[in-house]
């Protein structure tokens, strides 16, 4: 009874309370689209956060490029070339300053060689003991090899040249004047095959149609950790040959030969092994041209700890028949602190020999546990170097518990290839402020952040729209209550006071009182709340349409390609309840809270002094 | 029978206190029509709140049949028990005059098919005119504005009606027909009439009229 006489004196002020329901709609509707936009930037940022990661490459810039003079045997001229020149090294070290705030510090990664007899690395090194081989050859008269001249062999200590060939034709192309070779003379020497047709002139000696050319022979390039390079301990030769005298083999010159032989045998069971602190630290698997498709990730605590787990390849783990779970022995006997592994092998740069003329010994010899398989897809950046090649195996930087000094083949500057870090998102301004502070110069940093910096600006022009839009609708459904209150409920002060008179009790007074304005309030909410999160739904959703469609080039971002992600995005904009329900509730907390403070100040007035006075009751 | 036993009210606020009753006793009795009378201010109208259970007295009791009013529901005592009407009417402004007749019988859960059927002979008792009951009051003179008042008094049953200057805002004639309905009421249906007013011509025509003054009570007849 008190509610339907309430209603039947609320709807016999029709304009009133039409007003009063448009205005409320209007305003709920405001907040609901502030509330809505709200709560979607918020989940977007949340599930951004979740699926970006900003990395950081760090290059040492060279201080200069230094012009170099190269021999062209077939242009019987000089030919010139630049090489970068660093004045120093920076150490990974500086990248430790304060305000850096990393979510992984900077790592500079080796790359380390792996060998087990029994790895199998498929076609990899198949044609490797036909082009790179170890022999003795004897000019067949006095010669200075600068350009191709006849050899007889007198025995090969490594490779193939095919099983009846005994004369053979040689060069040393790199240098103008090598040194001579004589007839009664044996030398062994280390040679790469390549084809006769690259010399000039010689292409008619159809005797033969191939040149053999110095390789990388028994040199050292052992660095220590400070990037220095270990003196060899017998020199290297002067052409990359020697002369074979007797007892030649038990000098020690002569041994590193066989230490020489012994590493390039090594080479078809090498596998590269890369130490990290993290997966997304690798640009490849950053860049998706590397994903894990079976098994799991290296999680972080395995990272922390030091695991002895790891991640291999797909071709690799077939070739092998290793599935996770099982165990893959990984005897770590090299270290490269310069390059990053490549299809055919770094070896070719030389380097095979420590300081003391030996095949490097292994430094770790670990079983590791194969927790997933990943497989390498095309390149996604610029440099190759970013690319993993087959073979590869990932492993926890922390597992690798012994020294690699002595094993360092290699060592360079920073590259973007071998060096990275991982910071917050969003945080690329203030990292290169504060690094800017340190006043170091040489180091060049390249972020990425698959989109990141330019959705969260978007967002946050959106999220502050949206509290703009909040607290629009907030001021003015509180103005708009404020005013319905003084109509509907103050100016009834002596509706409230009769009803009092008339028996009512305080709380039938209140319910009167209220009860037609909450209803008109809870449509107006319900609507405004339901329409206003349509309206940011449709919005929002068409805009999401629209970047699919192809407008915008979104390959780089990781988000637009996981259709998870987008899914979880869209379910919460489409159950966009939470939005609603925030403004109903908001709407009708504050109607409550206002009319709630307008009955009190009805029900505290006197009802006799009300009713005695002279007037109409409104 | 109505019962004011030593009653004093005292209105306090922050910055003074006002004694607007000082001990006033007197009785009303089932079929007597009382007049209170006494100028402005004088506590007429603060008297009819304590005797219509709007307030309490802050010294003093008043009894209703003999129950103290302390002790009982108040809400129920206005509901079951006395009505008030006042000078300017008083009527729910957005309600017909049916409906305002039909509001405390509805109010006590009658049916409406009963509440309108006792709600007819309310407003036949005091004589309005049929045309009026599904106007709203400000389409109604003072007079039918009156009626419809006492009508909604009747409704709400019990025995005590309470009037504050009810004739003050009617012409003579309507005042005389209202004052006739209240004496009729008063002795014919044994009500405890009690009206406030400044009017002599009322007081005269009341039973027992008791007249305030600075807040205390004498018996005597109107000037």
Known sequence: M?????????????????????????????????????????????????????????????????????????QQTYSYGTQSVYDRLIPLSVLDFADANYIHPPEKRPFYGAYDENYNIGNFYQSNDTQWIILELSPTEDCIPSNPVPMKVKRVLYGKIGEYTKDVLFCDPDVEKPQPMFADKTYILSVNVVALSSFYGYEDQNAFDTVLVPA??????????????????????????????????????GQRWEELIKSIKRLPKTIPVIPTNATQLLMAFYSGSANITEGRDISPEEYAKGVKVCLVERQFAQYNRIAPGDTLPLPLYFA?????????????????????????????????????????????????????????????????????????????????????FEIPNGTIDQFEEAWNRQGIDGLKFTFYDKGYSRLKQGMD??????????????????????????????????????????????????????????????????????????????????????????????????????????????????????????????????GTLIAGVGVRRNLKAEPMLLLSGKGDSE | MLEVQNVSYTYANRYQTNEVLHEVSCTFEQGQMYAII?????????????????????????????????????????????????????????????????????????????????????????????????????????????????????????????????????????????????????HEKDYIVVVITHNTSIAEQADVVYRIVDGRLSTGAAE
């Open chain 1, 2 to 74: 008190v509610v339907k006489n309430s209603l039947r004196q609320m709807l016999r002020t029709p304009v009133k309370t039409v007003s009063f329901l448009l205005l409320i709609t209007l305003t709920a509707l405001f907040l609901s689209v502030g509330a809505n936009l709200l709560l979607f930037t918020r989940k977007s940022l949340e599930t951004y956060e979740k699926s970006f990661k900003t990395i950081g490459t760090v290059q040492q810039q060279p201080k200069m490029l230094k012009e170099y003079a190269m021999w062209d045997q077939s």
């Open chain 1, 216 to 253: 990388a022979g028994v040199e050292s390039t052992q660095y220590d950790q400070t990037g220095a390079q270990v003196p060899d301990l017998y020199g290297a030769e002067a052409d990359g040959w020697e002369e074979v005298t007797e007892g030649y083999f038990d000098t020690p010159r």
């Open chain 1, 336 to 420: 490269d602190y310069l390059h990053t592994p490549m299809v055919t092998g770094n070896l070719y740069y030389g380097g095979l020999l420590n300081a003391q003329g030996k095949a490097y010994p292994v430094f770790e010899d670990s079983a590791y546990t194969v927790v997933g398989i990943y497989d390498i897809y095309g390149s996604s950046y610029e440099s190759t170097d970013f690319d993993l090649v087959g073979n590869t195996v990932i492993i926890p930087a922390a597992s690798v518990k012994n020294s690699d000094e002595q094993n360092i083949i290699a060592w360079g500057p920073m590259r973007a290839a071998t060096t990275s």
């Open chain 1, 461 to 590: 022009r959106i999220h502050t729209i949206s509290l703009i839009l909040l607290l629009i609708g907030a001021v003015v459904m509180v103005l708009v209550l404020t005013l319905f209150t003084f109509l509907f409920i103050i100016k009834n002060q002596k509706r409230t006071a009769i009803e009092r008179s008339l028996g009512y009790r305080k709380r039938q007074c209140a319910a009167s009182l209220l009860s037609g304005m909450l209803l008109i309030l809870v449509i107006g909410s319900a609507i405004g709340a339901c329409g206003g999160a349509w309206f940011c739904n449709t919005v929002i959703d068409r805009n999401m349409s629209a970047s699919e469609g192809g407008s915008f080039d979104l390959a780089y971002s990781s988000w637009a390609n996981d259709t998870d992600k987008l899914a979880e995005m869209r379910l919460d904009l489409n159950s966009a309840g939470m939005g609603v329900l925030i403004t109903f509730c908001l709407s009708m907390a504050t």
């Open chain 2, 38 to 186: 006494g100028p402005s201010g004088s506590g007429k109208t603060t008297l009819l709140s304590l005797l219509a259970g709007l307030d309490l007295p802050t010294k003093g009791e008043i009894l209703v049949d003999g129950k103290l009013m302390t002790s009982m529901d108040r809400d129920t005592y206005r509901r079951d028990t006395a009505s008030v009407i006042y000078q300017s009417f008083n009527l729910f402004p957005l309600l017909t005059a049916m409906e305002n007749v039909m509001f405390p019988l509805q109010l006590r859960g009658k049916p409406m098919a009963e509440a309108k059927t006792e709600a007819m002979k309310c407003i036949e008792s005091v004589n309005l005119k049929e045309s009026v009951l599904n106007q709203r009051p400000q389409r109604m003179s003072g007079g039918e504005q009156q009626r419809v008042a006492i009508a909604r008094a009747l409704a709400a049953g019990g025995g005590i009606l309470l009037a504050d200057e009810p004739t003050g805002n009617l012409d003579a004639a309507n005042g005389e027909a209202v004052v006739a309905i209240l004496k009729k009421l008063a």
